[in-house]
């Protein structure tokens, strides 16, 4: 279990927007690709654990600073996704 949480931890650690929209589309949220980019600016290289509610919660706050609540509670939509299954 704690493999696949540092696996997926890794991949929002490092995703390109590339990454992010087909996930994006994976988990049918409605994100533009220059949300994308924003986002995978805030969380590149931030160590940011999505497991942990208070980590997360940081990083949605970020991303609502910087992109606006709507793109915050897509990205949150992923993230539950994403940790959803463990």
């Known amino acids: 279990m704690k493999l696949f949480e540092m696996m997926i931890n890794h991949k929002v650690n490092t995703i390109t927007p590339n990454e992010l929209l087909k996930l994006a589309r994976q988990y049918d949220v409605d994100l533009k690709p220059d949300q994308a980019r924003i986002v995978s600016k805030i969380v590149a290289g931030k160590n940011i654990n999505v497991f942990n509610k208070t980590e997360r ?30």
């Not at 990083?59 to 992109?67: D, F, G, K, N």
């Open 57 to 86: 919660l940081k990083a949605l706050e970020l991303v609502s600073a910087q992109t606006g609540l709507a793109t915050s509670k897509e990205l949150e939509t992923i993230f539950n996704q994403l940790t959803a299954n463990l």
